[in-house]
């Protein structure tokens, strides 16, 4: 049971470069998450898909980019990446119309901008 | 305002004794979700437990239950006969609207987080 699967678990990065997190969950869910998590902050939402070709804008958008070109799969890409941008990424992923609405999630990438 | 607030950022336990983690929410909708997620130190956020506004009982998995007082808004866990595998942190989360409805209800936001140590 894979369940949602994130790559790289950890990632230095120097300011500017890009780097793209993949994520890949085998459950068949519609929708799946993109999170930020700093210390002190909980989770906070990047970006999220409700389908393959979908996405839309959490609450932290700003320096991201994603895709869903397969359901399977959401994309987080840093263009441009910034110190700021230090923290730990986690995916996620649901059913569509499930009653609880429960989130799965990945392990987590931890990406330092330098 | 905070959607969730947990008021608590550390707690101690000992081992095989009961310990509860405090959860308030603040929403106007009638229908929503409450979750708590495990995060241990290795870092992966593990779902615990969930609670429905219209669900009549108290939820409970195992050693979790929630401790779901409507009223006053909160949505606390009861961790029993803790072990020493339950350190780590723990949040709250809410999700606003039916589960089954699509829109504005898709995301959670979640609380700062307790973390929990259990001493031997």
């Known amino acids: 049971n894979a369940g949602v699967t994130q790559t790289p678990k950890f990632r230095v990065l120097k300011t500017g470069q890009s780097m793209t997190l993949l994520c890949a969950q085998d459950m068949n869910h519609e929708y799946m998450y993109w999170y930020r998590q700093d210390p002190g902050m909980g989770l906070r939402l990047i970006h999220y898909?409700?389908?393959?070709?979908?996405?839309a804008k959490g609450e932290v958008p700003d320096g991201y980019n994603v895709s869903r070109l397969k359901k399977q799969n959401f994309l987080l890409g840093l263009e441009s990446a910034a110190p700021s941008q230090t923290s730990v990424y986690f995916c996620a992923s649901r059913l569509a119309g499930a009653t609880k609405n429960i989130q799965y999630f990945g392990a987590g990438t931890r990406l330092s901008v330098l | 305002a905070q959607k969730i607030t947990q008021t608590q950022p550390g707690m101690f336990v000992q081992e095989k004794e009961a310990v509860t983690l405090d959860c308030t929410y603040d929403?106007?909708?009638?229908?929503?979700?409450l979750f708590w997620y495990k995060q241990p130190s290795s870092g992966e956020m593990i779902f615990l437990i969930y609670q429905g506004s219209y669900d009549q009982q108290n939820a409970t998995e195992g050693r979790y239950s929630l401790n779901f007082q409507k009223a006053r808004k909160s949505a606390n866990l009861v961790i029993s006969a803790s072990q020493l595998g339950d350190s780590a942190m723990y949040f709250c989360?809410?999700?606003?609207?039916?589960?089954?409805?699509?829109?504005?209800?898709?995301?959670?936001?979640f609380g700062k987080g307790t973390l929990l140590t259990v001493n031997p």
């Open positions: 989360a809410m999700r606003e609207g039916p589960g089954w409805r699509g829109g504005s209800n898709y995301k959670l936001t």
């Open positions: 929403t106007s909708d009638p229908s929503y979700g």
């Open positions: 898909s409700v389908g393959e070709g979908t996405t």
